[in-house]
């Protein structure tokens, strides 16, 4: 699915490039400066220590709308998507150039193809001056957005997100950039995004990227992914991408939603997961159970049982074998693009599970249909 959009989206920006390519380019107004040049709105427009002034071009605004509404017609291609997004790189804090400047020198090709990015005005720019910078993108014009700054505080049962300041709340969201930062341990992002589109779709993300730097996005469906990743849009046009391009290696597999793991079981050597959808307390997702075959017995025992939920991406598991033992722990895990591979870690505090043996920080299961 992830796919069939971004080749759909090429097709449509060889297009816009194209039509692009035929307006008059004409000039662009000097940058103003302001009378308090300290402030952030000006650190963050046309020069340091400036205000940018409305562009009179008619034709910069025109191909900014046009690159904002090119995006918007791709994400309607998927009722599934939520909205996008794009990591558009690292800020440091000693960094002075303008935010123009700063984006053209970090995304300048992103930049070229969907301009809008210079149009997002300085009370849509959140998080402070450095960190992780991305770009969001709702689904549409109904679509709501809200940007909680939040702190990981350890609650008994591992160390969860507490949002304490409301960074951004519109029920009519238009693009913001959010400069994240990260506490403790780099998978603890300091903001969470909060989607909801008109027709109910509900996504809530932390922000994370991979170490090729792709946002971390989570799934839903088929595992098909519910914010959609557009920074590579400017690395790899229409006009040069290659005839028969298929994703490569393991940059495709990604964590699930709750819904994404619902009713799938999982096996590896002697052990089988059976992950059931309901039937539990509503903070899980549903019932967990943790099955075995011992040596020289052809059926598997039922060892542990209890339940699981997705916590951005890692698999809670809270199960019991009955007789004092339990188990409880968060695993990172990842789906593969096919949906028939599960990538299975140690939690991130130590514990493990007992098909991930002590010498093992993770394994391979399959799923299974029998």
């Known amino acids: 699915m992830k796919r069939l959009i971004l080749l759909r989206f090429f097709a449509e920006l060889v297009s816009l490039s194209l039509a692009l390519s035929l307006t008059a380019c004409g000039g662009q107004s000097e940058p103003s400066p302001s009378e308090d040049g300290s402030s952030m709105a000006g650190a963050f427009s046309g020069g340091k220590d400036n205000v940018s002034e409305p562009k009179d071009d008619p034709d910069d605004s025109e191909k900014a709308e046009s690159g904002l509404d090119l995006l918007r017609a791709c994400m309607a291609e998927d009722d599934q998507l939520a909205g996008a997004v794009a990591y558009l790189g690292q800020r440091e804090p000693n960094n002075r150039s303008s935010m123009t400047d700063w984006l053209l020198e970090n995304s300048g090709g992103l930049v070229s193809e969907l301009p809008f990015l210079l149009e997002i005005p300085a009370e849509r720019i959140l998080g402070g001056e450095s960190g992780k910078l991305y770009c969001i993108v709702p ?48 998978d603890e992002p300091d903001t969470e995004i909060n989607l909801v589109t008109n027709n109910g779709l509900e996504v809530k ?51 699930p939603t709750d819904l994404g793991l619902a009713d ?32 020289d017995n052809t ?70 249909y029998g």
Do not use: K
Not at 166 to 186: D, G, H, K, S, T
């Open 299 to 368: 059926e598997l025992t039922r060892v542990f049982s209890g339940v699981w939920r997705m916590e951005d991406d890692c698999l809670r598991l809270e199960l019991s074998a009955g007789t004092g033992t339990s188990l409880s722990g968060s695993f990172p895990i990842l789906i593969s693009p096919s949906g028939e591979e599960m990538h299975f870690q140690r939690s991130r505090s130590g514990e493990g599970v007992p098909f991930l043996s002590d010498d093992m920080d993770s394994i391979e299961l399959i799923r299974s």
């Open 205 to 255: 993300w932390y922000p994370l990227t991979d170490a090729s730097g792709c946002p971390v996005v989570p799934t839903g469906l088929n595992y098909a992914p519910m914010l959609m990743d557009f920074g590579n849009f400017g690395a790899a046009t229409g006009i040069d991408y290659p005839e028969n391009w298929e994703p490569a290696g393991d940059d495709w597999w990604l964590p």
């Open 139 to 186: 689904r549409d014009e109904n679509t709501s957005l809200a940007v909680n700054h939040v702190t990981w505080e350890s609650q008994g049962n591992g160390v969860w997100p507490v949002a304490d300041e409301v960074l951004y709340r519109e029920e009519y969201a238009q693009p913001v950039l959010v400069f994240v930062n990260y506490e403790e341990w780099p």
């Open 264 to 295: 799938s079981t999982w096996v590896c050597d002697d052990w089988m997961m059976d992950l059931r959808y309901g039937g539990c307390d509503p903070e899980y997702a549903g019932i967990a159970e943790l099955y075995h075959r011992f040596e």
